[in-house]
């Protein structure tokens, strides 16, 4: 039996990055309301993250992955997380836009790898509500917050993290 390393999520999850903003480009030709991005988020140690992502009102996709860019934050009894994965459905209807802003939430996969009493050790949560919120525009402009109400996290409060590169568009 092949044990997973964790290494091989800092790898997978630019791949997995690239396919959800390919899938992204169906959101691109409707004339309904929707938001779409992707790039790196900046932030202080331990925060900055890839993120992609394609919302409607019929829903769509959410990633933001913490892998090999981050520095460890604490979290819970761990002491550290070294690497974080949130993978979702965004809940059609939730979408919400006001001008250059918009809000979406769903349910996500969140795999975490950390250090919990001196040990490496990996958990996967399923069915978590999370919470986005983005500003549109480019590097430098736009901005982004995660929210994981159940998990007491936020990333990105109170006024946004920076895309450090990459794109947020918003159709009203």
Not at 44 to 50: A, E, M, N
Not at 84 to 90: S, T
Not at 140 to 149: N, T
């Amino acid at each position: 039996m092949v044990q997973p390393r964790p290494g091989r999520l800092a790898f997978a999850a630019p791949l997995a990055l690239v396919a959800l903003l390919f899938a992204a480009t169906s959101v691109v030709a409707a004339p309904a309301p929707a938001v779409r991005g992707g790039g790196v988020v900046d932030g202080p140690l331990g925060v900055t993250s890839q993120l992609g992502f394609t919302a409607s009102n019929k829903g769509g996709s959410f990633l933001c992955v913490m892998a090999g860019r981050s520095g460890g934050f604490p979290f819970g009894s761990w002491d550290k997380i070294l690497q974080m994965q949130v993978q979702g459905r965004v809940t059609p209807g939730t979408l919400e836009i006001d001008g250059s802003w918009s809000r979406f939430e769903g349910v996500a996969k969140i795999h975490v790898v950390g250090v919990a009493g001196g040990e490496v050790v990996t958990a996967t949560l399923h069915d978590i509500r999370f919470l986005s919120t983005q500003g549109a525009g480019g590097a430098g402009v736009a901005w982004h917050i995660l929210e994981i109400p159940d998990l007491g996290l936020s990333f990105g409060a109170p006024d946004g993290a920076l895309m450090k590169s990459g794109q947020i568009t918003i159709w009203e």
